[in-house]
C-alpha cells in the first residue's frame, strides 16, 4: 500500500532505495498524489522479460504516453541494486548503481501534490531514505 510522505512546500523528497528483485519477472514504484487510485506523477516499471524500462504518468483517471527508450537494462533477477531518485526543477533524475540512467520530464503539476510512495511486485526494499532538501 502506498506510503504517505512528509508534507514538503517544494517538492517530493530524493529517494535512495536498495532493492532485491526475488526472482523478478517485473515491479514498479510510483511517486503518487494519494492512496490507491490517485493521480501518479512517475511510475518506474522494469519489465525484466523484455529488458524494458517502462516510464509514465496516471492523470484524472488514464496512462499518458509511455516511455520506454532507454540505455540498457540495469537489472538482473536476484541481484540487488542501488537507486537514487532525485526530483529536480523539470524531472525526476535516476541513477542505478550510482551511474545516471534516465530522466522523466515533469508531467504534473504542482510537484506538492505528491503526497505517497508504493513499490509493488516481484521486489524486497533492502533500505529506504528519503532526503528532504
Given at each position: 500500500s502506498p506510503r504517505k510522505l512528509e508534507p514538503s512546500v517544494t517538492s517530493p523528497p530524493n529517494l535512495c532505495l536498495r532493492y532485491r528483485p526475488s526472482g523478478a519477472t517485473r515491479f514498479c514504484f510510483n511517486f503518487q498524489c494519494g492512496g490507491l487510485g490517485s493521480d501518479i506523477a512517475f511510475h518506474f516499471n522494469p519489465r525484466f522479460r523484455h529488458k524494458e524500462m517502462v516510464r509514465n504518468s496516471f492523470?484524472?483517471?488514464?496512462?499518458?504516453?509511455?516511455?520506454?527508450?532507454?540505455?540498457?537494462?540495469?537489472?538482473?533477477?536476484?541481484?540487488?541494486?542501488?537507486?537514487?531518485?532525485?526530483?529536480?526543477?523539470?524531472?525526476?533524475?535516476?541513477?542505478?548503481?550510482?551511474?545516471?540512467?534516465?530522466?522523466?520530464?515533469?508531467?504534473?503539476?504542482?510537484?506538492?501534490?505528491?503526497?505517497?510512495?508504493?513499490?509493488?511486485?516481484?521486489?524486497?526494499?533492502?533500505?529506504?531514505?528519503?532526503?528532504?532538501?
Open positions: 492523470q484524472d483517471g488514464d496512462w499518458g504516453t509511455e516511455e520506454r527508450k532507454c540505455h540498457g537494462f540495469p537489472f538482473a533477477p536476484g541481484v540487488h541494486f542501488d537507486l537514487l531518485i532525485r526530483v529536480l526543477d523539470t524531472c525526476f533524475d535516476v541513477a542505478v548503481n550510482g551511474q545516471h540512467y534516465l530522466q522523466f520530464q515533469h508531467r504534473l503539476q504542482p510537484l506538492q501534490r505528491v503526497s505517497h510512495f508504493s513499490v509493488e511486485g516481484d521486489v524486497m526494499v533492502a533500505a529506504c531514505k528519503f532526503q528532504y532538501c
